[in-house]
Every structure is written in structure tokens, then in C-alpha cells.
């Protein structure tokens, strides 16, 4: 009776627990994707856009300013939020022309509308 123990924890039961993460891991990769597009184009063009639109007697210092923001299935920005904090004027001009930007082309999968995590660095450097 030992050795049928023995012989399920270490034969049987990895068996079954491989099958599982194995599904899960195959919802992921279904449909192709693609990206949410800026004014008919990619993340180029959203940088052209916050290039013109930021200002930069904001920034106070050097360093590195990232936020991250969702791009809904309609194609608002939403959940916008700092994740590297260079100091407040400059974190609260990006929010403000975060909060200003037009309607991007929602991502895509299987041709239907998805949302999606933008991550956006911006680096100023000592005059």
C-alpha cells in the first residue's frame, strides 16, 4: 500500500499538476494581437504628441520620470499613475497631458477591442 502512495506523489501527481499550467498557459497565447495606435500610428507618434504638448520649465531637475496608463477598449486614457517620481511639478505635467490626449486605436485580439497597459519613461538631462 506504501509503495502505490509512493508511486502517485511522485509519479502521478506531477503528471497532473503539469496538464494544469499547461492549460492555463495555452488561454494566454490564443488570437493575434495587435497594438493600440496613436493617430494612425504607433508609440512614435504618441511621443511627437507629448513632445509638443509637455512643458519643460516644469522639470526641475534631471532624472527619470515613468508612468503607466490604460488604453480602454474605447480608446480612452485612463488609470493614469506615476510609477517613478522625478519630483511633483514634472509628474503633474505629465498627468496633465496624459489627461489631455485624443483617442487612441484600441488594441486588438481575434478583432475584437481589448485594453492594455502602456508603460512610458520620459529621461530629462542636466542642462
Known sequence: MKVIKVLFMFILFPIFGFSQIGGEAEVYLTGDRIDAKFN?????????????????????????????????????????????????????????????????EPAQRNGKPISIEIKYPMVFRAK
Not at 517620481?85 to 497631458?97: G, K, M, Y
Open 40 to 104: 494612425g500610428g504607433g508609440i512614435d507618434n504618441f511621443t511627437e504628441f507629448l513632445h509638443k504638448e509637455f512643458d519643460y520649465s516644469k522639470v526641475t531637475k534631471p532624472g527619470k520620470l515613468e508612468a503607466a496608463f490604460t488604453i480602454d477598449i474605447q480608446g480612452n486614457v485612463t488609470k493614469i499613475r506615476i510609477i517613478q517620481i522625478l519630483d511633483i511639478e514634472s509628474a503633474t505635467e505629465f498627468i496633465r497631458v496624459l489627461k489631455k490626449c485624443p483617442k487612441w
